[in-house]
């Protein structure tokens, strides 16, 4: 079976944990301050703070910027529920439009008109690895006074105009086992912002900056030095993960004919996270079961859009968005992880041309 995603786990990880172990200092510390330096400069930001997850990451973004109950925050209903219930956890409401239909990102035209005199920040999710249109959403971020939190969970390293996601506003980024760069769980926070940076880093650790004197209530959200050293050992293959995802996208690219392919924006560096494909007219599902029974694994992101949760139905009512509806009903994600032999690129062309 060619799976899906398959966490790169080599030598190197299994040794930095065990130095780690070793050491009998296990919690956020010398490794933590490392992996944070590094991804700092991978993100070309001042600062990155390391959290226990990217839904943690997300909702301390919120709380930093003073976002809470009675405002608003404009995302897209085109993503894991986590990027809705960060905003929820705070006391704020989301505010959903809909997507563009070449990226899967949130579409910009709609973004203004969504603006209220409660909206105090934008939620961009830059989807499958692709940057949403931060031109535009900086534009109306600017123009309105409102904080630009990026959803980069799966955008390690994506870049536009040679710009890295997470360095447009405040950026969150998980490193659940799936993701480019994993820790097992664990994420982190990204941003330029001396006072943010600082608030994020109190929110996680009890509000504290000395031990045992407390600024302000804060939670234990913290990353511990076995997951920090993982993802240093991540960190030291990224470039090599990147060219892989993108070798595996432009062969897929090349290759594949029979489905919708995805697109990538001019100026836009894609992360690939993801490859998604597009098989409409309700094809779907029996594609996808044709592609298990060729032993090649399949995934869909996502098949219900965050509007018709049913939770997000109860506390907000019925919605419609039409791009993002239509949409759940054809993405299809293909393995395009680092692992895949040349073998198994040709097996899953030669089964998605079936289709």
């Not at 990155?48 to 990217?54: L, M, P």
């Amino acid at each position: 079976m060619i799976h899906i995603s398959k966490p790169a786990i080599f030598e190197a990880e299994k040794t930095a944990v065990m130095e780690v172990l070793e050491s009998g200092f296990l919690a956020q510390g010398a490794r933590t301050a490392q992996f944070e330096e590094r991804f700092a400069e991978v993100c070309g930001v001042r600062h990155a703070i390391a959290v226990s997850s990217g839904t943690v990451a997300l909702y301390l973004a919120l709380l930093a910027h003073n976002v809470g109950p009675g405002d608003e925050v404009i995302t897209t209903p085109f993503s894991f529920v986590a990027t809705a219930n960060a905003i929820l956890f705070t006391g704020a409401s989301p505010v959903l439009v809909d997507i563009e239909e070449r990226t899967f990102n949130i579409d910009p035209r709609a973004i203004e008109a969504a603006v209220t005199a409660r909206t105090r920040a934008i939620m961009p999710v830059h989807l499958y690895g692709h940057i949403a249109a931060m031109d535009t959403i900086q534009e109306i971020a600017d123009k309105y006074g409102l904080a630009i939190i990026e959803d980069a969970c799966q955008a390690v390293s994506a870049s536009y105009k040679g710009k890295r996601a997470g360095s447009f506003g405040t950026g969150a980024f998980s490193f659940y086992a799936t993701k480019n760069i994993m820790t097992g769980e664990g994420g982190m926070i990204t941003t330029n912002d001396d006072q943010i940076a600082e608030k994020c880093r109190l929110l996680r650790n009890h509000g504290m900056k000395v031990r045992y004197y407390h600024d302000m209530l804060g939670f234990n959200f913290r990353l511990t030095d076995l997951q920090a050293a993982i993802g240093l050992a991540q960190l030291d293959r990224l470039e090599e993960v990147n060219r892989k995802r993108r070798e595996n996208a432009e062969y897929f690219n090349a290759h594949i004919q029979s489905v919708g392919k995805p697109e990538t924006l001019d100026h836009h560096c894609h992360a690939w996270h993801q490859y998604t494909v597009r098989i409409p007219d309700g094809r779907r599902d029996q594609a996808r079961q044709q592609l298990q029974d060729a032993g090649i694994g399949t995934a869909i992101y996502y098949p219900v859009p965050i509007h018709q949760q049913r939770y997000i139905v109860e506390q907000f009512g019925e919605s419609s968005f039409p791009v993002a509806e239509r949409l759940s009903t054809e993405v299809l994600s293909l393995p395009v992880h680092p692992m895949l032999t040349s073998e198994e690129r040709e097996l899953i062309v030669e089964e998605v041309n079936k289709i």
